[in-house]
């Protein structure tokens, strides 16, 4: 199986800064990796796949890079509605794994 | 619209069983592979079972492998999870989800999530 590990696992910010998290795959998976939001008590949302490709309707603010085995998320001007937690997924082998998640706090 | 709505899950018994299920809408459901992912108390996300179009090819997390079984019915666009031999460490809320080739396999939506518990 395809162990994914993000970073940090949490971290604090202010409305309007800049934020990354990294994840980071057990192998090469090419640029089969997902990015999802899950706010508390709700199901996860697709935010980008393909490693950079912005899924509809998500905010421009949000943008995605890398390939291979490591791979980034940011958040160029962070907003009160972006604070939750945050999974990368790969998709490139059964088991579909997900990081353990990164918890975007104020 | 495009949409995935579960029925309520529930309580079990350890050793019990429980059968969870996923209606889709608003898109032809026998193209797209789907899959359940689930999330324990306050943890993460964790992959449990895929499907593809036809329910021909299904794979499991080792920790359900035996235990859970994921079906469809195209017909009806309706997904399953019939799991036995419940856990305590299968309580969770559980999601189906549809996965979009056409954007690398992702999970472009998901359902509400259902709550299963189990516990004597």
């Known amino acids: 199986d395809i162990q994914m590990t993000q970073s940090p696992s949490s971290l604090s910010a202010f409305v309007g800064d800049r934020v990354t998290i990294t994840c980071r795959a057990s192998?090469?998976?090419?640029?089969?990796l997902n990015w999802y939001q899950q706010r508390p008590g709700k199901a996860p949302n697709l935010l980008i796949y393909g490693a950079s490709s912005l899924q509809s309707g998500v905010p421009s603010r949000f943008s995605g890079t890398g390939s291979g085995a490591d791979f980034t998320l940011t958040i160029s001007s962070l907003q009160p509605e972006d604070f939750a937690t945050y999974y990368c997924q790969q998709t490139y082998s059964i088991p579909r794994t997900f990081g353990q998640g990164t918890k975007v706090e104020i | 619209d495009v949409q995935l709505v579960e029925s309520e899950g529930g309580l079990a018994q350890p050793g019990g069983s429980l059968r969870v299920s996923c209606a889709a809408s608003?898109?032809?459901?026998?193209?797209?592979?789907m899959h359940w992912v689930r999330q324990a108390p306050g943890q993460g996300l964790v992959w449990v079972s895929y499907?593809?179009?036809?329910?021909?090819?299904?794979t499991y997390a080792d920790s359900v492998k035996g235990r859970f079984t994921i079906s469809r019915d195209n017909a009806k666009s309706m997904l399953y999870l019939q799991m036995n031999n419940l856990r305590a460490e299968d309580t969770a809320v559980y999601y189906c989800?549809?996965?979009?080739?056409?954007?690398?396999?992702?999970?472009?939506?998901w359902g509400q999530g259902t709550m299963v518990t189990v516990s004597a």
């Open positions: 989800a549809r996965a979009n080739q056409r954007s690398g396999g992702a999970f472009d939506i």
């Open positions: 608003g898109f032809t459901f026998s193209s797209y592979w």
């Open positions: 192998q090469s998976i090419g640029n089969f």
């Open positions: 499907l593809n179009f036809d329910g021909g090819t299904t």
